[in-house]
């Protein structure tokens, strides 16, 4: 019987015990087991940590707990593009929060939301180790350095074509 | 095995990787086969060199020629001169500061006073292959541990050399592995920890993504010294080239037997998993890492107990940072002896910063304990940014201070460091210049400090987020002189009274720039003024009508038409639209724009 209430699809449930047996249902894996199903899911909406808090025999409470305290962990889905804007100090002295501030305007979103689109998330990271480059801006995995605010148009440019 | 007459290494850290250093790679390899000098001449993916000012890196060996801002159309002319001819390409050469272009890196002014022993094999070796650490004395330093030595005998060389934690506490590593040593209870673990949260310092990353074998030798030798066959890695998982490098090595180590069953044919049973971390600054506090590990939220638990007495799984734990397990295998090589010639007395080696900021030589650097915060800024460093004037250089993180010129002389230790307000933290180093506002600073270190707070204690939870909202008072010009004191009160309750040292250290950053600049604090109040002309709150941005011609370049350039004027007109600005993006300031050719 399950007793989850909220819907979830079949295919979806099948993945979330993979994730789980392959870390034999150990509730000390939780971490990893989220981690995994966020890389599948590409966030942990409240259904989806009901079942891997069932899986794992855990409360409810104690995954959404752990879901809630890492920043690397998100509720709402991610933007095709996602965008973070290093605010390590190196970047912070380079002027990165201009930069951010010219992401916000252009985008019309806050930091941690995603546009309306679902093409461009914003978010802050905390020094990506490429400070010789400061200020940094990542959108996926590729790394823009040297930013500054008349260059964000740009580099949203570069993305506003793609699908 | 083909032997090469020479080798190119580019660099594959992170900063250089960011700016194509793997097409570079690609790229050199194709001019190569082109060539026919693939089997004469080897490219080789390092760690980071550290000079990642003026990256992407090449640098060809034997003859130590460093190429500098490489760019992938330049890798044929690199062949094709130098490989061929024999010329250097002069116009990728680093020029030095007082002019000339150097020929041979060991000449470079920002390696000079380096001594590297953490980073010894970080831009040397491909850190994918085994065999080149092997050939660098890797695991050497396990063989000696695991064939000659008692476990006792290898903690007193650990102690004898004043080995202190590198993460930032500066704890004795070598007492520390006693503490586990001496627990007889079963089974012990080994734990690293990668999780380098600091804003602004990347050695960890650079030592595992450079060297990862290094990490795993010491943790084995750990193991066998403290009586644990379990070694455990926690890593950021934002770090995805480390873990993949490091995964390699774990692999390349299991299939030489210097990892598993019967470390190098003894009855020593070692191994290492990987632990991900999924970024919570906190958990670099080893209770709170401990509860990470065990799929908690990372909340830290008061000491003791020790890791070492109650840590993982309950178990002895010790736990150290990537930087110091970097040093145990020299350390175990040339002996603690030559260890403690290096540094001060009571720290001794060497320390790796993260040289940021206003710097002109941002980068990697590893010098001995004891050099000064001058000869790292002005000589390694290269000197302060566009010729502006240095203010203050913040070391330690959001734990630590800011030193400004008077300290330029302080050798640097860990004892020093404290006594001046300040810590050395995990070695981020950023410089700042004449344009930034130390209030700003210590703001922008506590944002991330409540940012950050796990939450478990009052102080830390709610005190800091009133020290931030303090802060922001002061920055918009809205607070009042009682404030001023009010915050160095509040500093002191929270840094007395937090659990952690997150919490203990959070006002460091407003307390240290209270001291050294307790006028800029004065300025913000009483005259609703930013000295260093930062804050955008108490700024104005205005047209000298008697410079403007007109020419509306900067109303074309304002993002929110905030500027109004024909043309040929003296031009306006709107102070209620304009956001101060400064944006006319650098559109302006006639200097028309003033700050105010």
Redo the contacts between chains.
Sequence with gaps: MSRIKVKIKEQDLTKIREICQAHNNE??????V??QTQEHFGYLPAEIQEAVAQELGLPVAKVY??VT?????TMIPQGRYPISIC????C???GAD?VL??FK?QLGIAVGETSEDGKFSLNC??????????P?VLVGDK?Y?RVA??GVKDILAEYQDKE | MTRYKMHLLVCGGTGCRASAADSITESLKESLQEHNLQDEVQVIMTGCFGFCEKGPIVKVLPDNTFYTEVKPDDTGEIVEEHLIKGRQVDRLLYEAPEGGKVKDSKHMDFYKKQIRIALRNCGFIDPENIDEYIARDGYFALGTVLSEMTPQQVIDQVKESGLRGRGGGGFPAGLKWEFAYKNQEQPKYVVCNADEGDPGAFMDRSILEGDPHAVLEAMAICGYATGADKGLIYIRAEYPLAIKRLKIAIEQAREYGMLGEGVFGTDFNFDVQLRYGAGAFVCGEETALIHSMEGERGEPTFKPPFPAESGYLGKPTNVNNVETYANVPVIINKGAGWFKKIGTEKSTGTKVFALAGKVNNVGLIEVPMGTTLREVIFEIGGGIKDGKKFKAVQTGGPSGGCLTEEHLDTPIDFDNLLAVGSMMGSGGMIVMDEDDCMVSVAKFFLEFTVEESCGKCAPCRVGNKRLHELLERITQGKAEKKDLQRLKNMCHVIADTSLCGLGQTAPSPVLSTMENFWNEYVAHVEDQRCPAGSCKDLMRYEIIPENCVGCTACARKCPVGAITGERKQVHEIDQDICIKCGACVDACKFDAVTIK
């Design positions: 509730p000390g894996e939780l971490i990893n989220l981690q707990g752990v305290f890492y920043s690397f962990f605010t390590g100090t190196a912070y002295v380079r201009n501030q010219e305007r990271l905390r020094c990506v180790g490429a400070c010789g480059l400061a940094v790394t350095g605010p008349d």
